[in-house]
């Protein structure tokens, strides 16, 4: 099972997952990150540990259509099976939706769909578990679909809030359950434990 990463920013999830692998604690193999921003530390950490990476962004592709078109060849050369957004913060196009059906994976650092949808990402989400006075807050990986934080929900991570926490705290609590998620979720699904569709790039 390969796995291709799309990372925009921190980059810490896909470089948990990839150390995972180097440690041999994961089931599938990464094959290729892609980052919307030349800047970004998941492309830096890809490039130290010699994997293929690539900056594809509406600077280069400036029709939406062509930067969808030039993600999914990407995924496509590598054999990618499976897609793993990490904290990616672009929409994904119709191609690549349509290709990776059922095998696009995001994680959301809240128990979806409690603090989910369009505008709740990176510290939003956080002070509005905060703001609302839950006592458990936690990690959910899903599947992808056209709506933000609305796909079918694969696996979920409880995290406790303390009556101490800021917004820093809680995020830092939850990002540490992030990185032990996401691996052991990839793994569930290599074991067949998570069914997900699972056919051969390009045969979907
Ligand atoms: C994570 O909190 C993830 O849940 C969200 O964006 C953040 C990405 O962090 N989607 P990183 O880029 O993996 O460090």
New binding site residues.
């Given amino acids: 099972m390969k796995l291709g990463f799309l ?8 470089r948990a997952i990839i150390e995972a692998y180097k440690a041999g604690r994961l089931l599938a193999e990464p094959t290729v990150v892609i980052s919307n921003n030349s800047n970004s530390p ?1 492309l830096a950490y890809a490039r130290e540990e010699g994997l293929p990476h690539y900056h594809l962004s509406s600077v280069k592709y400036a029709d939406p259509g062509d930067l969808d078109h030039a993600i999914l060849g990407t995924l496509l050369k590598h054999g990618v099976n499976i897609v793993i957004l ?2 990616y913060m672009k929409k994904i196009g119709p191609l690549m939706l349509g290709e990776y059906s059922n095998r696009i994976l ?4 809240s128990l979806l769909p409690k603090h989910g949808g369009k505008n709740m ?2 510290k939003a989400v956080h002070a509005s578990v905060l703001e609302s006075g839950d006592t458990t807050t936690g990690v959910t990986i899903h599947l992808v679909n056209e709506e933000y934080d609305q796909g079918p929900i694969l696996a979920q991570f409880p995290v406790p809030v303390h009556p101490s926490d800021d917004v820093d705290t809680l995020a830092a609590r ?2 540490e359950q ?1 990185h032990l998620s996401y691996a052991e979720t990839i793994n569930r699904i290599a074991q067949g434990e998570l069914k997900l569709n699972l056919g051969n790039p390009g045969q979907s």
């Fill in positions: 990372a925009s920013h921190g980059g810490s999830n896909a998941a990490a904290g995001n994680i959301h650092p990402f990176g939850v990002l992030e």
